[in-house]
């Protein structure tokens, strides 16, 4: 799937992506948004559902978001937006 937009955070001089993917239709009628975050040392992924594209992209981002607030990394103020 083409990755639709993307974000880069610092963490310790090394970047952090979260990308998501353009929300697609499923098999079931809902949209999904697939969405990888690239760590130095792993990958997070998944996907989130909504009514339509924008909820489903919207879900996504705030897992994310989510997943990056509660990193060890953010709680001990090493994971940046930008430096």
């Given at each position: 799937?083409?990755?639709?937009?993307?974000?880069?955070?610092?963490?310790?001089?090394?970047?952090?992506?979260?990308?998501?993917?353009?929300?697609?239709?499923?098999?079931?009628?809902?949209?999904?948004?697939?969405?990888?975050?690239?760590?130095?040392?792993?990958?997070?992924?998944?996907?989130?559902c909504?009514?339509?594209?924008?909820?489903?992209?919207?879900?996504?981002?705030k897992?994310?978001?989510?997943?990056?607030?509660?990193?060890?990394?953010?709680?001990?103020?090493?994971?940046?937006?930008?430096?």
């Amino acid at each position: 799937m083409p990755v639709f937009v993307e974000r880069r955070f610092e963490l310790d001089e090394k970047s952090i992506v979260a990308r998501f993917n353009k929300p697609e239709k499923a098999a079931g009628g809902e949209y999904q948004c697939q969405y990888t975050v690239d760590w130095p040392d792993h990958q997070d992924h998944g996907y989130a559902c909504g009514e339509d594209g924008v909820q489903a992209l919207m879900l996504a981002m705030k897992t994310v978001h989510i997943g990056l607030v509660e990193s060890d990394a953010y709680k001990q103020g090493r994971l940046t937006l930008w430096q």
